[in-house]
């Protein structure tokens, strides 16, 4: 006996949105409204010059998305996703797309140079690139053994 069927192509119809009619008084965060907060995956890498965090952010332009640093060094990465607009025409067979506000952020450490941080954004992926302060190589004098 196989499942495949039942799930692909069967009779059965797939359930888009299993949370669509749950309540929701406990868990705000995880409501219809946030989704696209609750889907924004970053990426968060150290090279040994820098800290990299990758975002993707498909369909969203730049002027979409805000790059911020806290005086506290704390990196913020915040956007908005437009609900598309619907006409009265139209008939929708799916919405799986997340759409609203998101936001995240990332505490850095202290061996960042909060000033020289860069940020682009090229097909849907915005790169955000944090220098590090280089490490000073403490000055090792050889000391001559006697005896």
Known sequence: MSIIPRF??????SVLDPFKDFPFPYFPEFS?????FVNTRI???ETPEAHVF????????????KVEIEDDRVLQIS??????KEDKNDTWHSVERSSGKFMRRFRLP???KMEEVKASMENGVLTVTVPKEEVKKPDVKAIEISG
């Open 32 to 36: 219809r409204e946030n989704s696209a």
């Open 43 to 45: 990426d968060w890498k």
């Open 110 to 112: 202290e061996n960042v």
């Open 79 to 84: 956007g908005e996703r437009n609900v598309e």
């Open 54 to 65: 990758k975002a993707d952010l498909p369909g969203l332009k730049k002027e979409e998305v």
């Open 8 to 13: 692909f192509g069967g009779r059965q119809s």
